[in-house]
C-alpha cells in the first residue's frame, strides 16, 4: 500500500469529468445546469423523507444512465461524512422535538431521542448528500466549457441590464479551467521542495507565523507562475484581437432538442413530487400504511 | 551496501496513478534499472512513457507499488527508512526547476535547502557558496541579487545549484535543458560533467535532446509505455536508428548526418556519436577513395 | 525605489487577471492548502489573499471581481460539500458573497493612499478605514462599552507596532502590509457583521472574534501579500541583501 503522500485529489469526486459518452453527457448544458438548480431548491425545500428518497432516486438513477461507477460516485460523500454525523448528532441532542405526536424510543439524563429525531436527523443527512451527489453528477457529465457556455446563456438576459454577463462567464471558464492546472502545479512544487528537504507537515511547536512561513515555498511560486500564464494568456487573446463581449458572435450555439426539454420535464415532475411530498405529509400517509400492513 | 553494488536498483517497479478510481493510468508496468557509482544513465522514450514517474521513484517521492526500489542501500518499499536523507544524498531537480524559486534572494533560495537539514548559518554559508560557483554564479556577485531579475538560465542554475548545496551522491534531472539556448545547454552540460568527474558521484537524467545523451550517458534506457524496451550504450542504441524512429524517438545529430549520407550510397558506420567522428569518418572515405 | 512598467490596464488584462487569481482563490479552499492550523482545532484562513493581490496589482475592479468569485465559491462549498458548522452560515449569500465584494476596494485604496502620503497620515488613514468599518457594523448592534475600548486599545497598540515597523520598512512593502491588514480586516468584520446581523452569533461576543480572528489572519495576509508581489514587481526592500 503506497498512497503518494503528494495525493491531493484522490477521493474528490465533485469537480471531476468522466467521459463515458452516456446521454446524459449530450444533454444541452442548460438543462443540466436547471436542474442543478431545480434540485437545490427542492431539496431545501422539502420536508418528507419520501419526497428525499424519490431526488436520492433520481440522483442515483442519474449516475447509472451515465455509466458512472456507483461505488465511486458515492465515495465522494466521504470528507463530510464527521461533519454531517456531528450534525445529526446535535440535532438529536440539543434540539428537542417538543412534538407529543411522536414515539419516545431512549431517554439518558438530559439526552430524549424520539423517532422525530430520527427522522429529523435522517433529513438532514440526505439533504446534504443528494445535494452533493447531485452535482457531482453535474460535474462527471458536463464539460467546463459547456458549463459555461451553459451559464453565459442563461445569464444572457442579464445583459440587457447592463451586468456583464459574457465577461463574467470568461472569467469564470478562465478561473474553471486553471483550477485544476494549479492542482498539478501544486503537486510539483511540493514535491519539488520536498526533494529540498521541505517540510509541509506541521509541527506542534511552531506558532501560526512559523507555519505560514512553511508554507510560502509552495504558495509564492504558486501564484507567480499563474501571474506568469496569466500574462501570456492575456498576450495570446490579444494577439487574436479580443476586445470584449460588445458586438460578439457566437461559434457554439445551444440548440436545445426535444430529449432536452423531455428530460428538463422529467426532473421537473420528480422534483415537484419531491416538494409536495413535504406539505402532503406523504410520510405520515407512508408510515400509517406500512403500520396497518402490519397490524392486518 | 558494499563498494561494488549498484547505487540504484529498481526491480519490476509497478505505478498506477489514482488506483482504484475510474480514472486509474498505469505509469510503469515492470520496469527494472541500474545505476553504479561513476556512471551517467539516460532514460529515453516518447512523452507519456512514465520518465518522470520512473525518476521520482529514485528518491522516495513514489514508493513503487509492486517491485523494489533499492537506492543507495535503502529499500524504499519499507516505510521506516529515513526519506529525508535520501533525498539530501539523491538531488531530484524537476522539469524547469527555475519555478520552485520563491525567495527574494538568490543566495537565501540556494540556501533553502542547507537550511532544512538544520545545518548553522556558516556551514550553510560553505555550502551556498560552493555551490553558487560550481554552477558558474559567482557567491559574492549573486547571492544579493533579486531572484525574480535573473535571466532564465541564470535561475535554472541557481536552482540547480539549490540542490547541489545539498552535496548529494547522485544527481537525477527531469530534462535539464529543456527550453535553453544552445549556449545555456552547452554551459548546463558542462556543469553536471565537472560536478561527476569530481568525485565519485552518478547522473540519472531524462532528455528529448538525443544529442545530450549522446554526450553524456554511459547507458541508455529506452523507455516506452511504461516499459524497458532496450538498455545499452550509446553506441548500440544509435547503432539501430530504426528502432528508435519506430518508437516515435528523435536521433541525434549524428545519427542524422549519418543517415542521410546512407541515402546517398555514402555508407559511414551508424554507431557514431558526435559530428566531429562523422566529420573523421567522411574525411577517411574520401582518403579510401583518391 | 520601485521599478515599475506602465502596462496599460485594458479590458482583457482585467478578465484573465481576475480569472487566473479567483482560481487560485478557488484552488486553496478546495484543496484546504489555504487553511493554515491554528490552535485548538481552529484554522487561519488566506484564501482572501488572491483578492488583495488582485486589487494591488491590477486595480478595484478586478479586486471586486476576485472577491466574487471567492464569495461564489464559498457560498457553493457550503451549499454542496460543507465541511464544517460555520458552512451551514455560510449559505446565506449576505454572509459568504456580499463582504467579499469590498475586500478589494479598501485593500486598493489603502495601498494607494500609503503610497503617496507620509507615514503618519498613512497610518492615520488605516486606523480609519478599520475604525469606519468597524464603527459602523457594530453600532448595528448592541455594541457595549468595553468592547469599544478593548477596540481601541488594540487599535492604539496596533498604531504603534505600525509606526515602528513603518520606520524600519521601506514605502512599498509597507503599502502591501497595510493593504493586506486592511483587506484581511475588511473580510473578518463584514463578514463577522454579517453572522451578527441574522442573529447566529450575539453582538457582545463578535468584536472579540474578529480580533482574535482578524488579526492574525492579517498578520498572515500580508506576509503572503508582500512575499509574493514583492517578487512580482521586483521590487527591493529594506534588507536589500540576503541572509547570507
Known amino acids: 500500500m503506497s498512497a503518494s503522500e503528494f495525493d491531493l485529489l484522490r477521493s474528490v469526486t465533485l469537480g471531476q469529468y468522466l467521459p ?19 434540485l437545490l431548491v427542492a431539496v431545501t425545500a422539502t420536508s418528507s ?139 510539483r512544487l511540493m514535491k519539488a521542495q520536498a526533494s529540498r528537504g521541505a517540510d509541509f507537515g506541521g509541527g506542534r511547536r511552531l506558532n501560526f507565523v512559523q507555519r505560514m512561513r512553511k508554507q510560502l515555498p509552495l504558495l509564492v511560486p504558486l501564484i507567480l507562475s499563474s501571474l506568469r500564464r496569466a500574462e501570456d494568456l492575456i498576450l495570446a487573446m490579444e494577439a487574436r484581437c479580443y476586445t470584449g463581449g460588445r458586438g460578439r458572435t457566437h461559434l457554439i450555439h445551444l440548440h436545445a432538442e426535444r430529449r432536452d426539454y423531455l428530460a428538463l420535464a422529467g426532473i421537473l415532475v420528480v422534483l415537484a ?24 | ?25 498505469a505509469a510503469l508496468r515492470g520496469v527494472s534499472l541500474e545505476v553504479r557509482a561513476g556512471e551517467t544513465v539516460a532514460v529515453i522514450g516518447p512523452t507519456g512513457s512514465g520518465k518522470s514517474t520512473l525518476l521520482q521513484h529514485l528518491n522516495g517521492l513514489l514508493r513503487p507499488q509492486q517491485g523494489q526500489a533499492l537506492v543507495l542501500g535503502e529499500d524504499l518499499g519499507n516505510s521506516a527508512v529515513d526519506v529525508r536523507e535520501i533525498r539530501r544524498r539523491v538531488g531530484l531537480v524537476f522539469q524547469q526547476p527555475e519555478d520552485q524559486l520563491f525567495e527574494r534572494y538568490a543566495g537565501d533560495d540556494v540556501a533553502f535547502g542547507p537550511r532544512n537539514y538544520g545545518l548553522p548559518l556558516d556551514a550553510v554559508r560553505e555550502r551556498v557558496r560552493e555551490a553558487m560557483e560550481s554552477v558558474g554564479l559567482p557567491f559574492e556577485a549573486y547571492k544579493d541579487r533579486l531572484t525574480m531579475t535573473l535571466s532564465g538560465g541564470e535561475r535554472r542554475r541557481l536552482a540547480l545549484a539549490g540542490v547541489l548545496a545539498l552535496e548529494p551522491q547522485m544527481l537525477v534531472l527531469d530534462e535539464p535543458t529543456a527550453g535553453l539556448d544552445p549556449m545555456g545547454r552547452r554551459s548546463l552540460l558542462q556543469y553536471l560533467r565537472v560536478w561527476q568527474d569530481e568525485a565519485e558521484r552518478a547522473i ?11 554526450l553524456l550517458a554511459d547507458r541508455i534506457y529506452v523507455l516506452v509505455d511504461g516499459r524497458v524496451v532496450r538498455v545499452g550504450p550509446p553506441r548500440q542504441i544509435f547503432g539501430d536508428p530504426g528502432f528508435l524512429l519506430e518508437h516515435g524517438l528523435g536521433l541525434p545529430s549524428a545519427t542524422q548526418v549519418v543517415q542521410a549520407l546512407a541515402g546517398r550510397g555514402c555508407s559511414v558506420p551508424v554507431d557514431l556519436l558526435t559530428l566531429e567522428e562523422v566529420a573523421d569518418a567522411v574525411e577517411r572515405l574520401a582518403y579510401e577513395r583518391v | 525605489m520601485t521599478t515599475e512598467t506602465a502596462v496599460p490596464s485594458t479590458p482583457v488584462r482585467k478578465i484573465v487577471v481576475s480569472g487566473v487569481l479567483g482560481a487560485v482563490a478557488i484552488f486553496l479552499g478546495w484543496s484546504h492548502l489555504g487553511f493554515i492550523p491554528w490552535i485548538a482545532g481552529a484554522a487561519l484562513t ?130 502591501l502590509v497595510l493593504a493586506a491588514l486592511v483587506g484581511t480586516l475588511t473580510n473578518t468584520v463584514l463578514v463577522l457583521s454579517a453572522i451578527g446581523l441574522f442573529g447566529h452569533l450575539p453582538w457582545a461576543g463578535l468584536p472579540a472574534i474578529a480580533i482574535a480572528n482578524g488579526l492574525p489572519e492579517a498578520v498572515l495576509a500580508s506576509i503572503l501579500t508582500v512575499a509574493v508581489v514583492v517578487a512580482w514587481k521586483q521590487i527591493e526592500t529594506g534588507t536589500r541583501k540576503s541572509s547570507l
Open chain 2, 204 to 214: 540519472v537524467l531524462t532528455t528529448h535532446n538525443m544529442d545530450d545523451v549522446a
Open chain 3, 46 to 175: 488566506i484564501m482572501h489573499v488572491p483578492v488583495i493581490i488582485g486589487a494591488v496589482l491590477e486595480g478595484p475592479w478586478v479586486g471586486t471581481a476576485i472577491g466574487l468569485i471567492f464569495g461564489l465559491f464559498s457560498l457553493l462549498q457550503a451549499v454542496i460539500a460543507p465541511t464544517g458548522p460555520v458552512d451551514v452560515w455560510f449559505q446565506n449569500p449576505v454572509i459568504s458573497v456580499l463582504p467579499r465584494l469590498f475586500i478589494g476596494v479598501f485593500a486598493w485604496l489603502t495601498y494607494k493612499a500609503a503610497r503617496r502620503i507620509s507615514v503618519p497620515w498613512i497610518l492615520f488613514m488605516a486606523g480609519v478605514n478599520v475604525g469606519i468599518i468597524a464603527a459602523f457594523t457594530f453600532s448595528l448592534g448592541q455594541s457595549n462599552a468595553a468592547a469599544a475600548l478593548f477596540l481601541a486599545g488594540i487599535g492604539l497598540g496596533g498604531v504603534a507596532a505600525l509606526t515602528y515597523s513603518a520606520l524600519k520598512m521601506e514605502r512599498e512593502p509597507l503599502a
Open chain 1, 273 to 296: 413530487l419531491t416538494v409536495a411530498a413535504g406539505f402532503l405529509s406523504a410520510d405520515a400517509v407512508i408510515w400509517r400504511a406500512i403500520a396497518s400492513i402490519r397490524t392486518s
Open chain 1, 20 to 38: 463515458t459518452g452516456s446521454v446524459l453527457h449530450r444533454l444541452d448544458p442548460r438543462v443540466k445546469l436547471l436542474a442543478g438548480l431545480l
Open chain 1, 49 to 187: 423523507l419520501a419526497g428525499l428518497a424519490l431526488a436520492l432516486a433520481l440522483v442515483v438513477g442519474g449516475f447509472v444512465v451515465a455509466r458512472v461507477p456507483l461505488r465511486y460516485a458515492l465515495s465522494g460523500i466521504k470528507p463530510m461524512v464527521p461533519f454531517l454525523a456531528l450534525l445529526a448528532l446535535l440535532q438529536i441532542v440539543a434540539i428537542p422535538q417538543n412534538d407529543l405526536n411522536t414515539t419516545l424510543l431512549w431517554r439518558w439524563a438530559f439526552v430524549t431521542l424520539t423517532v422525530r429525531d430520527l427522522v429529523a436527523a435522517a433529513l438532514l443527512f440526505l439533504k446534504f448528500a443528494v445535494l452533493m451527489w447531485g452535482f457531482s453528477l453535474l460535474s462527471f457529465t458536463t464539460t467546463t466549457t459547456e458549463l459555461t457556455h451553459g451559464t453565459e446563456h442563461l445569464l444572457r438576459p442579464l445583459q440587457r441590464i447592463g451586468l456583464p454577463a459574457h465577461e463574467f462567464a470568461l472569467m469564470v471558464n478562465i478561473a474553471f479551467r486553471f483550477v485544476p492546472l494549479l492542482a498539478t502545479e501544486a503537486e
Open chain 2, 1 to 25: 551496501m558494499n563498494a561494488d553494488s549498484p547505487w540504484i536498483e529498481l526491480r519490476d517497479i509497478h505505478y498506477t496513478y489514482l488506483r482504484g478510481t475510474p480514472l486509474e493510468a
